[in-house]
T-cell receptor
């Protein structure tokens, strides 16, 4: 039972570089979402998807792109990394209902932008 | 402006005693509330939830109370166990919005 799998676990980027954080789930969940966690703050929603082909912005979407071509995968793209994007990123999936409802999280990606 | 607040960054409790974690929210549009638990180097895991039409929900040792008029919820853990030591996040949701609190780090001392 893999659940939600995120790769990589750690990444260091230079300012201006681009990269993609991968997220895959094997629970056939309709909803998938990306969060970032910064010290002293709760998780903040970046982007979410309620099904393949459908994406929407969350609370802090600037600097990030997403797409959802399959039910299983929901990659997060950083187009031009900035030091303000240094954070821990979590991908999550759920059956549906309200955003944030009974989420299954991946183990996270720790990203540092120098 | 934090819409969901957890004013205690940390809490220490003796094993076997009750742990009470508090959470306050400001937006009356939130209608569903959840608690998540997080161990170091892991993703959060869902613990318990409550709808705004209820004022209490229990699941084993965990009980969540909701006071809508005060915009306040609390998580009670009885009895507390060392394995409960973790960071607890409350979350408030409406249909298209979810806001997490900053978390409370609970330490249960054997």
């Amino acid at each position: 039972n893999a659940g939600v799998t995120q790769t990589p676990k750690f990444q260091v980027l230079k300012t201006g570089q681009s990269m993609t954080l991968q997220c895959a789930q094997d629970m056939n969940h309709e909803y998938m979402s990306w969060y970032r966690q910064d010290p002293g703050m709760g998780l903040r929603l970046i982007h979410y998807s309620v099904g393949a082909g459908i994406t929407d912005q969350g609370e802090v979407p600037n600097g990030y792109n997403v797409s959802r071509s399959t039910t299983e995968d929901f990659p997060l793209r950083l187009l031009s990394a900035a030091p303000s994007q240094t954070s821990v990123y979590f991908c999550a999936s759920s059956y549906g209902g309200q955003l944030g409802e009974k989420l299954f999280f991946g183990s996270g990606t720790q990203l540092s932008v120098l | 402006d934090q819409q969901v607040k957890q004013n205690s960054p940390s809490l220490s409790v003796q094993e076997g005693r009750i742990s009470i974690l508090n959470c306050d929210y400001t937006n009356s549009m939130f209608d569903y509330f959840l608690w998540y638990k997080k161990y170091p180097a892991e993703g959060p895991t869902f613990l318990i939830s409550i709808s705004s039409i209820k004022d209490k929900n229990e699941d084993g040792r965990f009980t969540v109370f909701l006071n809508k008029s005060a915009k306040h919820l609390s998580l009670h853990i009885v009895p507390s166990q060392p394995g409960d030591s973790a960071v607890y996040f409350c979350a408030a949701t409406s249909y298209d919005k979810v806001i997490f609190g900053p978390g409370t780090s609970l330490s249960v001392i054997p």
